[in-house]
Each structure stands twice: as C-alpha cells, then as structure tokens.
T-cell receptor, first 109, second 114 residues
Framework: GQNIDQPTEMTATEGAIVQINCTYQTSGFNGLFWYQQHAGEAPTFLSYNVLDGLEEKGRFSSFLSRSKGYSYLLLKELQMKDSASYLCAVMDSNYQLIWGAGTKLIIKP | TAGITQAPTSQILAAGRSMTLRCTQDMRHNAMYWYRQDLGLGLRLIHYSNTAGTTGKGEVPDGYSVSRANTDDFPLTLASAVPSQTSVYFC?????????????FGPGTRLLVL
C-alpha cells in the first residue's frame, strides 16, 4: 500500500527553527510537494523536490532523500503567521498526489 | 485573477438528497481534481480530469460523479447523500497532469449531511 507519515502536531517558539519530517512508501515517485494550510483555508504550495538535496526558498527549505524515502521541511525565523498545518504529498507513478495527514505547527511567543 | 472558485461555501444537506458542488477555474489549466479532507486523514482524491472531455476515478469515487464539458468547469455531484459524505471538499487544478505540476486549490465547500 501507499503511505505518507508525518507527525500530527509540533510546537515551536517564535524566532526559532523547526524541522517537519515526512517519510513515504509509494508506488513510484515523481516528486514530493509541501503545502501550507491555515485553519479553514485551502492548501497553498510551498515547495517541490524531485532530486536529492536541499531546496531553499527564503525562510523555508525542503530536503529530499529518495533512497531513504524521506523529506523534511525546515522553517527558520518562525513567525506567528507560520502557525498552520503542513502537508507532505508524493506524486506516484500515475502522477496522482498521495497526501499525508498533515502536521499542525503551533507557534508560541 | 480569481483562480479557482467553488460554490457553495457551505451546505447542510438531508441524507438521500442530491447536490452538485461547483468548481470553476480561469487559469486555462488542463487538469482538474476533486478531493475530500477529513480530520486526521490526508486529502483523498475522488475524481480527476486530465483534459476537457475526460474523467477518471480516484481513491474514493463511490457515491460521486463528475463531468468535464469544458476546460473551466468541473462539477461534482452527490446523487444520494449519506452522512459519511460529510467533509470538506476541495477542487484543484494544474497546468497539466504530468510531474512537477503544482496543484492550485479552491477555497473549499464544507458539507454536512444529516
């Protein structure tokens, strides 16, 4: 079966750094996406990785290791507005996205 | 640019009734998708359309039907609603159905079936 695992909830302090992990087992791999979803809103695209390594985009970075079936999203200089759920999704061999349940990130002042 | 719009924003529906959730995009995207999102679960694909005139079944298609008469519109119909269809429904689109194609989401429809 196909499976995406990520922690249910994490707490961090404003101004700090947090790493959200995602492990996956899917039938085929055509890239890994990270989305942000604020409560009551739609998911919005953050990053895409298809090759091993780190992709940096401002305060957010995403890492991929295809051999380990592992990715993480790194958020630096946390701000209160970063309080949201972070969704990991893998595109499988049929080019369909398989989604994790999301990690709810709580930022404390 | 509106992007993707969905209607209605929310709805309470009696079990056994039918309903159509509307989705329209103005980005001229070829591929469109319907997902449901339930607490504690990841987004699950209901149906998809890679291009106008074609549709396909996703992970959880039972009880739902779709049509894609043109590029812009992708309505989702519940023929006879059941309480287990209570969920938040998101429509999404992407430029094509291939890899590296980001999916863009509408604001969602919150449906309660009683």
């Amino acid at each position: 079966g196909q499976n995406i695992d990520q922690p249910t909830e994490m707490t961090a302090t404003e101004g700090a750094i947090v790493q959200i992990n995602c492990t996956y087992q899917t039938s085929g791999f055509n890239g890994l996406f990270w989305y942000q979803q604020h409560a009551g809103e739609a998911p919005t695209f953050l990053s895409y990785n298809v090759l091993d390594g780190l992709e940096e985009k401002g305060r957010f970075s995403s890492f991929l290791s295809r051999s380990k079936g592992y990715s993480y999203l790194l958020l630096k200089e946390l701000q209160m507005k970063d309080s949201a759920s972070y969704l990991c999704a893998v595109m499988d061999s049929n080019y369909q996205l398989i989604w994790g349940a999301g990690t709810k990130l709580i930022i404390k002042p | 640019t509106a992007g993707i719009t969905q209607a209605p924003t929310s709805q309470i529906l009696a079990a056994g009734r039918s309903m159509t959730l509307r989705c329209t995009q103005d980005m001229r995207h070829n591929a469109m998708y319907w997902y449901r999102q339930d607490l504690g679960l990841g987004l699950r694909l209901i149906h998809y359309s890679n291009t106008a005139g074609t549709t396909g079944k996703g992970e959880v298609p039972d009880g739902y039907s779709v049509s894609r008469a043109n590029t812009d519109d992708f309505p989702l119909t519940l023929a006879s609603a059941v309480p287990s269809q209570t969920s938040v429904y998101f429509c999404a689109s992407s430029r094509s159905a291939g890899d590296q194609e980001t999916q863009y989401f509408g604001p969602g429809t919150r449906l309660l079936v009683l």
